[in-house]
């Protein structure tokens, strides 16, 4: 069984950044994908971004991209978002995900395994 644990949500000012932590027990494939989602208030959750546990290679939405970095510490099982430059409406609950899959997936029914989210709101 994978657990997930989400840390280091927070209020930020637009423009801010802040870095999320996804703390994974249990046992990872290195075939898994990690994925970072957010669902605001009222929406559907989003894909944010993906890493490769094996090899790191990343993916992101288009919204994100240029802004946002994943990255992962193998050693230590943990899956980080750095998100810098902030906007008022990325205010959501962020989720860490694990998918067992050999190929890119921005759709959470393709990730098996989910943490609690950690909230992220904009205090501008």
């Known amino acids: 069984q994978v657990q997930m644990v989400e840390a280091g949500g927070g209020l930020v000012q637009a423009g801010g950044s802040l870095r999320l932590s996804c703390a994974v027990s249990?046992?990872?494939?290195?075939?898994?994908?990690m994925g970072w989602f957010r669902q605001a208030p009222g929406k559907e959750r989003e894909f944010v971004a993906a890493i490769r546990w094996s090899g790191g290679s990343t993916y992101y939405a288009d919204t994100v991209n240029g802004r946002f970095t994943i990255s992962r510490d193998n050693a230590k099982n943990t899956v980080f978002l750095q998100m810098n430059s902030l906007k008022p409406e990325e205010t959501a609950v962020y989720y860490c995900g694990a998918a067992a899959t050999l190929v890119w997936s921005t759709s959470r029914y393709d990730y098996n395994h989910w943490g609690q989210g950690t909230q992220v709101t904009d205090s501008s």
């Open positions: 249990g046992r990872i494939f290195s075939t898994y994908v």
